[in-house]
Nanobody, 112 residues
């Protein structure tokens, strides 16, 4: 069984950077892709970025050019590097292994 543990996040001023981590433990050979989602108060959950086990990536239009998803297979960890942060990036960020395995969530707050 796979478990996901998130770290990173916090409070940053607009224009700043943060990095989120999602570490997988357990039967990680079964993971084909990891997805980062976010959910802001009063809004629906939004897909932010994806990475497959062969390194293919995808991004929401709202974060293209600012966020980078990457993975360290040796550490079974996926990262979300977030640059040029905007107040509208404020949300709880979750990593996910489809369909139903989730990290615990981490708060990202961007002040204006």
């Amino acid at each position: 069984q796979v478990q996901l543990v998130q770290s990173g996040g916090g409070l940053v001023q607009a224009g700043g950077s943060l990095r989120l981590s999602c570490a997988a433990s357990g039967s990680t050979f079964s993971i084909n892709a990891i997805i980062w989602y976010r959910q802001a108060p009063g809004k629906q959950r939004e897909l932010v970025a994806t990475i497959t086990n062969d390194g293919r990536t995808g991004y929401a239009d709202s974060v293209k050019g600012r966020f980078t998803i990457s993975r360290d297979n040796a550490k079974n960890t996926v990262y979300l590097q977030m640059n040029s942060l905007k107040p509208e990036d404020t949300a709880i960020y979750y990593c996910n292994v489809p369909p139903s395995l989730w990290g615990q969530g981490t708060q990202v707050t961007v002040s204006s």
